[in-house]
T-cell receptor, first 115, second 112 residues
Framework: AQSVTQLDSQVPVFEEAPVELRCNYS??????LFWYVQYPNQGLQLLLK??????LVKGINGFEAEFNKSQTSFHLRKPSVHISDTAEYFC?????????????FGKGTKLTVNP | NAGVTQTPKFQVLKTGQSMTLQCAQD?????MYWYRQDPGMGLRLIYY???????DKGEVPNGYNVSRLNKREFSLRLESAAPSQTSVYFC???????????FGEGSRLTVL
């Protein structure tokens, strides 16, 4: 079975500062990796995903994430955040088994961007 | 471009009342899911349906029932609501190969 650990439940930063949201996973098989974002009082939307190929993945709104297989990590980064990036971010993993696999989610990281 | 649509968006119930949350997707996905989201708990899977005609329990199924009416629709029923079921409920469907989830906008349920 897979599991996901988001190491920080809350991350406060100032506007225009860089940010990194950490995600580690555990799996005995190869995985697909996802980051979702949830803005206040909204549903979850996909920010970016790693399926194969380049380990550096670029997503919407200037976010990127790097897949590190040896460290089983998929950390999310943005070089300069805006107030509008205030949201909750969820890391998720699914196993590559050739069939329909359920996503396993981390508990989320609340990013608060202060002026 | 509807994606996943769930209704109602808001509902207030009294303890013991029943209700059904409706969900429909237009992406021709086989798999559909119901999650609940509570502060500090992340997303917890209630039930899922891997295909039309099948349903399976997730992490927190007690107090809920589901029906996969057809490929498009997956409903969640609370037979006798309890205050512990106060939550935000999300329906989702998933792409077959990667499991990528597509979410509805959520239904905020309050049980008094």
């Amino acid at each position: 079975a897979q599991s996901v650990t988001q190491l920080d439940s809350q991350v406060p930063v100032f506007e225009e500062a860089p940010v990194e949201l950490r995600c580690n996973y555990s799996s005995s098989v190869s995985v697909y990796l996802f980051w979702y974002v949830q803005y206040p009082n909204q549903g979850l939307q996909l920010l970016l995903k790693y399926l194969s190929g380049s380990t550096l993945v670029k997503g919407i709104n200037g976010f990127e994430a790097e897949f590190n297989k040896s460290q089983t990590s998929f950390h999310l980064r943005k070089p300069s955040v805006h107030i509008s990036d205030t949201a909750e971010y969820f890391c998720a993993v699914s196993a590559i088994r050739g069939g329909s696999e359920k996503l396993v989610f981390g508990k989320g990281t609340k990013l608060t961007v202060n002026p | 471009n509807a994606g996943v649509t769930q209704t109602p968006k808001f509902q207030v119930l009294k303890t013991g009342q029943s209700m059904t949350l409706q969900c429909a997707q237009d992406m021709n996905h086989n798999s559909m899911y119901w999650y609940r989201q509570d502060p500090g708990m992340g997303l917890r899977l209630i039930y899922y349906s891997a295909s039309e005609g099948t349903t399976d329990k997730g992490e927190v199924p007690n107090g809920y029932n589901v029906s996969r009416l057809n490929k498009r629709e997956f409903s969640l029923r609370l037979e006798s609501a309890a205050p512990s079921q106060t939550s935000v409920y999300f329906c989702a469907s998933s792409e077959a190969v990667t499991g990528e989830l597509f979410f509805g906008e959520g239904s905020r349920l309050t049980v008094l």
